[in-house]
């Protein structure tokens, strides 16, 4: 079964999208002179994220991996 095939629950795709932001979104954030404040609220999510997977708050970890997701380049 490839990693494609295999269940997505959210105790692992909340820390895959934490991963994503973390290492390839923010950094580009942070190289531009205007992504300072996006940079932070990135910031601020993933602070949210951690703190929810640690409290096992299935509801913030929702409202938290969708916030994620909508972080793009």
């Known amino acids: 079964m490839s990693r494609d095939d295999e269940p997505n629950t959210l105790g ?3 820390p895959r999208e934490m991963t ?3 290492d390839k979104i923010l950094p ?3 190289a531009i002179p205007g992504g300072a404040f996006a940079a932070a ?3 601020r999510d993933l602070d949210t994220a951690q703190r929810a997977l ?4 299935v509801v ?3 409202r938290i991996y969708q916030a994620l997701k909508e972080w793009t380049l």
Do not use: F, P, W
Request: proline letters at 0%; charged letters at 40%.
């Open 12 to 14: 692992d795709a909340l």
């Open 20 to 22: 994503r932001v973390r």
């Open 28 to 30: 580009k954030y942070d």
């Open 41 to 43: 609220m990135m910031r």
């Open 54 to 57: 640690a409290e096992g708050d």
């Open 60 to 62: 913030a970890m929702i």
